[in-house]
Protein backbone atom coordinates (compact mmCIF):
# COMPACT_ATOMS: atom_id res chain seq x y z
CA UNK A 1 0.00 0.00 0.00
CA UNK A 2 0.86 3.49 -0.55
CA UNK A 3 1.36 5.84 1.81
CA UNK A 4 -1.93 7.49 1.09
CA UNK A 5 -3.52 4.49 1.09
CA UNK A 6 -2.43 3.38 4.50
CA UNK A 7 -3.31 6.80 5.90
CA UNK A 8 -7.27 6.50 4.55
CA UNK A 9 -7.30 3.16 5.76
CA UNK A 10 -6.85 4.14 8.96
CA UNK A 11 -9.15 7.42 9.09
CA UNK A 12 -11.44 5.23 7.71
CA UNK A 13 -11.36 2.55 10.20
CA UNK A 14 -11.51 5.38 12.64
CA UNK A 15 -14.17 7.38 11.20
CA UNK A 16 -16.61 4.02 11.12
CA UNK A 17 -15.92 3.39 14.31
CA UNK A 18 -16.24 7.20 15.26
CA UNK A 19 -19.66 6.94 13.74
CA UNK A 20 -21.12 4.04 15.61
CA UNK A 21 -20.34 5.86 18.72
CA UNK A 22 -21.44 9.09 18.04
CA UNK A 23 -24.48 7.43 17.07
CA UNK A 24 -24.62 5.15 20.17
CA UNK A 25 -23.81 8.02 22.65
CA UNK A 26 -26.16 10.89 21.39
CA UNK A 27 -29.47 8.77 22.53
CA UNK A 28 -27.62 6.97 26.00
CA UNK A 29 -26.79 10.73 27.09
CA UNK A 30 -29.71 11.31 26.43
CA UNK A 31 -31.76 9.04 28.28
CA UNK A 32 -28.82 9.47 31.00
CA UNK A 33 -30.11 13.00 30.82
CA UNK A 34 -33.63 12.25 31.59
CA UNK A 35 -32.84 9.67 34.16
CA UNK A 36 -31.15 12.20 36.37
CA UNK A 37 -33.06 15.09 36.53
CA UNK A 38 -36.33 12.40 36.69
CA UNK A 39 -34.64 11.34 40.36
CA UNK A 40 -33.64 14.80 41.30
CA UNK A 41 -37.27 15.88 40.82
CA UNK A 42 -38.68 12.77 42.88
CA UNK A 43 -35.56 13.08 45.55
CA UNK A 44 -37.09 16.92 46.11
CA UNK A 45 -40.35 15.92 45.32
CA UNK A 46 -41.27 18.61 42.51
CA UNK A 47 -41.91 18.19 39.18
CA UNK A 48 -40.31 19.33 36.40
CA UNK A 49 -41.65 21.08 33.57
CA UNK A 50 -41.10 19.54 30.00
CA UNK A 51 -39.05 22.83 28.74
CA UNK A 52 -36.38 21.48 31.94
CA UNK A 53 -36.16 17.83 30.03
CA UNK A 54 -36.61 18.38 26.66
CA UNK A 55 -33.43 21.36 26.14
CA UNK A 56 -31.83 19.43 22.64
CA UNK A 57 -33.77 20.06 19.55
CA UNK A 58 -33.21 17.38 16.41
CA UNK A 59 -30.78 19.47 14.61
CA UNK A 60 -28.67 20.13 18.00
CA UNK A 61 -28.60 16.31 18.43
CA UNK A 62 -27.35 15.88 14.80
CA UNK A 63 -24.85 18.51 15.28
CA UNK A 64 -23.71 16.41 18.41
CA UNK A 65 -23.25 13.46 16.43
CA UNK A 66 -21.27 15.05 13.62
CA UNK A 67 -19.20 16.38 16.22
CA UNK A 68 -18.32 13.35 17.98
CA UNK A 69 -17.56 12.13 14.22
CA UNK A 70 -15.34 15.14 13.80
CA UNK A 71 -13.18 14.16 16.60
CA UNK A 72 -12.67 10.63 15.63
CA UNK A 73 -10.76 11.49 12.20
CA UNK A 74 -9.02 14.89 13.83
CA UNK A 75 -7.92 12.14 16.73
CA UNK A 76 -6.75 9.47 13.83
CA UNK A 77 -4.71 12.21 11.74
CA UNK A 78 -1.78 11.77 13.99
CA UNK A 79 -1.74 7.75 13.91
CA UNK A 80 -2.68 7.98 10.54
CA UNK A 81 0.85 9.58 9.93
CA UNK A 82 2.64 7.71 11.33
CA UNK A 83 1.45 4.50 10.13
CA UNK A 84 1.86 5.96 6.99
CA UNK A 85 5.75 6.63 7.30
CA UNK A 86 6.60 3.90 9.20
CA UNK A 87 7.56 0.56 8.17
CA UNK A 88 4.13 -2.14 7.40
CA UNK A 89 5.99 -4.71 9.87
CA UNK A 90 6.40 -2.12 12.28
CA UNK A 91 2.63 -0.53 12.23
CA UNK A 92 1.34 -3.92 12.46
CA UNK A 93 3.15 -4.70 15.33
CA UNK A 94 1.74 -1.65 16.87
CA UNK A 95 -1.63 -2.84 16.45
Do not use: C, K, Y
Not at 50 to 65: K, Q, R, S, W
Amino acid sequence: MTPRQVRLMVLASLAGLGAFTSLLAVPLGLDTNHRVLDAMARAAATGLPTEFVAVFDPVELTLLAGAGLVIAIVGALVPAAWAARSRPATSLRAE
